[in-house]
């Protein structure tokens, strides 16, 4: 895919004031950045975003902090100051989209919060990520990933039948919520500005962002009172779906579990015996026979390398595929062909690859403009833009306020 410039990003423009840290807000911004707005954030004098020291740091510097913050500009307020919320206030004026993830409230006892920033700004789109939501009676309780995973149902299914649920290796909740807040920000600009609307603001909660992928959970307690418990690889209720042992030690991943495709791939392991049951032609047949077909399937690949195994499942037409490490993904064609992976340079030089931008629009694609910034890099150009000189700048800068 070709690089397109600057002005043909789809949300060039756009002006977006990003509060929070971490990671549901932030991540949130990173996606509005990557296609074009100006995402401004702010960061508490001193120290920053605490994302700048999670995880591999390189020269002190958190790698996942480059790959998040590109393409933000990064501002430092300190929002307990009165002239630091009088600056907020102008940079409000001036935006289109807020987007915080403070505990509710905390915007509120600041003097910050909606009803404050939508006085000054009544197209204003803001978009609102705590742990619990904005209402109700666990509002105020503080809130992580790993809490509204387990509360949305995710954590109960997850893992092997036998043992304790476990989560997954990186913060779901997080991003899920981060995608709903993009979501739910780009709907509120069309309406206001296709629907002869107004602005508003769209609170999401941690938990219903996980809640909301669970499927059928729900209905099937509603109904059958049955509590969907903890299947390890496999996919309940969705037959044959699940991760089989290979001779050389590796695991692969079958899902057969379309009618045609069951067909084929019984064929494939030389079932054909099984391919042409009637009582296994649909799901809920093949439900009833799930251990059985496991078996069948798990004996056949313990038969073959995982590569040998995946030609021969690829020649069918069967998908399947490895469990791919990071060093998988590193060295897989497809990944580079999709522009998935991105080579930059750290300010010091070091050369280090970046996850590449989706989704792919196909005439303005998102594009990496620069890493992560040094922290209040843009403090003094962002502030100019709203009438604050060389002079005032400085005598903020001495009163710890920017």
């Known amino acids: 895919m070709s690089q397109k410039s600057s002005d043909q990003l789809p949300l060039k423009g756009v002006r ?3 509060l929070g840290t971490l990671i549901a807000g932030p991540y949130a911004g990173a ?11 702010v960061e508490a004098p001193g120290g920053g975003d605490p994302l700048r020291k999670w995880r591999k740091l390189h020269d002190g510097t958190s790698l996942w902090w480059y790959t998040q913050s590109r393409n933000k500009k990064s501002i430092t307020l300190d929002l307990k100051a009165e002239k630091a919320k009088a600056i907020l206030r102008d940079l ?4 289109d989209i807020v987007i915080e993830n403070f505990r509710p409230g905390t915007l509120e006892k600041w003097g910050l919060g909606w009803e404050a920033l939508s006085a000054v700004n009544p197209n204003l789109v803001m978009v609102r990520i705590s742990g619990y939501g904005q209402t109700g009676p666990y509002r105020e309780r503080p809130g ?3 809490i509204a995973e387990a509360m949305g149902g995710l954590r109960y299914v997850t893992g092997e039948a036998d043992r304790p649920p476990v989560r997954s290796g990186v913060s779901i909740g997080d991003t899920l919520a981060s995608l709903y ?3 739910g920000a780009l709907m509120a600009m069309h309406h206001l500005k296709s629907n002869n609307g107004k602005g508003q603001f769209i609170d999401v909660a941690l938990y219903e962002a996980v809640f909301g992928v669970m499927e059928s959970l729900i209905p099937e307690y509603s109904m059958f009172k049955h509590v969907r418990e903890r299947t ?3 996919l309940p209720g969705i037959v044959p779906s699940n991760t089989y042992p290979c001779k050389d030690g590796a695991y692969i991943i079958i899902a057969g579990n379309g009618d045609s495709i ?3 791939l019984m064929e494939a392991i030389g079932r054909s015996d099984l391919a042409c049951n009637p009582d296994l032609a649909s799901n809920d047949g093949r439900v009833k026979q799930t251990q059985m077909l496991d078996d069948v399937i798990g004996d056949w690949t313990r038969q073959h390398s995982l590569d040998e195994a995946l030609q021969l499942l690829e020649a069918a037409d069967v998908p399947s595929g490895r469990i791919y490490t990071a060093a998988d993904i590193d060295k897989d064609p497809h990944f580079r062909a999709r522009g998935m992976l991105e080579n930059h340079q750290l300010p010091d030089g070091q050369s280090v690859e970046f996850p590449g931008i989706i989704p792919k629009l196909s005439a303005t694609p998102g594009k990496t403009q620069w890493l992560g910034p040094a922290l209040g890099e843009h403090t003094e150009a962002v502030l100019a833009s709203i009438g604050i000189d060389t002079d005032n700048f400085k005598k903020l800068r001495t009163e710890g306020v920017v």
């Open 16 to 18: 977006v004031i990003e």
């Open 31 to 41: 996606l509005l950045a990557q296609f074009g707005a100006e995402v401004i954030k």
């Open 92 to 95: 409000v004026r001036t935006a």
């Open 144 to 146: 992580f990933a790993a």
């Open 181 to 183: 807040g993009v979501i």
């Open 232 to 234: 390890g690889a496999a």
């Open 262 to 264: 069951f067909k084929r």
